[in-house]
């Protein structure tokens, strides 16, 4: 099910679901929502914040933390993240793969999270997939996925529906 109505985020509508996926740039969260959306997944559910949902919910410190780090700038540029966790069940049969990507920085990092993969270059090494747990939840993030150039990389289609399952 596919929305882009923030008021989805209730304990109702939540309910009905297994996992919760976050491409989006929405800048702010009700304290109801944030409350649904932080005990949805403290209760055990998976959440999978994508690529701009780093950005979204700007007021919510809470939900910065729950992702794992805030999105602060960004280039653009090809380059392969380097895999530093292979031996993670998440990365189970997953390669690097080169792809046109928003080169995303982030703040606000959360230390209480498991790097599986960073993107290197001449400025150092960035965080750029991982996962956490928060309650008896699991959330995985990657800073990939800005438009069809990584969207249609069969790589990051079977990294993000691992997920899923692990």
């Excluded at 046109?100 to 750029?128: F, I, Q, S």
């Excluded at 959330?139 to 399952?165: C, K, L, Q």
């Amino acid at each position: 099910v596919y929305t882009e109505d923030t008021t989805a985020l209730n304990p109702a509508t939540l309910a009905k679901y297994d996992a919760l996926m976050i491409y989006a740039n929405h800048t702010t969260i009700t304290p109801d929502q944030e409350k649904a959306l932080l005990d949805y997944v403290a209760g055990g559910k998976g959440f999978l914040p994508i690529h701009s949902a780093s950005f979204c919910f700007q007021n919510s410190p809470a939900y910065i933390e729950l992702v794992g780090a805030q999105f602060q700038k960004h280039g653009t540029g090809e380059f392969t993240a380097e895999i530093v966790k292979a031996d993670h069940p998440v990365m189970k049969d997953v390669t690097p793969f080169n792809a046109w990507d928003e080169t995303y920085v982030h703040t606000k990092h959360n230390p209480d999270r498991t790097v599986l993969m960073e993107r290197v270059d001449a400025t150092g090494r960035e965080p750029w997939t991982w996962v956490r747990t928060h309650g008896k939840g699991r959330v995985f993030y990657t800073a990939s996925g800005h438009d069809e150039r990584v969207w249609g990389n069969p790589m990051f289609i079977d990294r993000t529906r691992s997920t899923s399952s692990s």
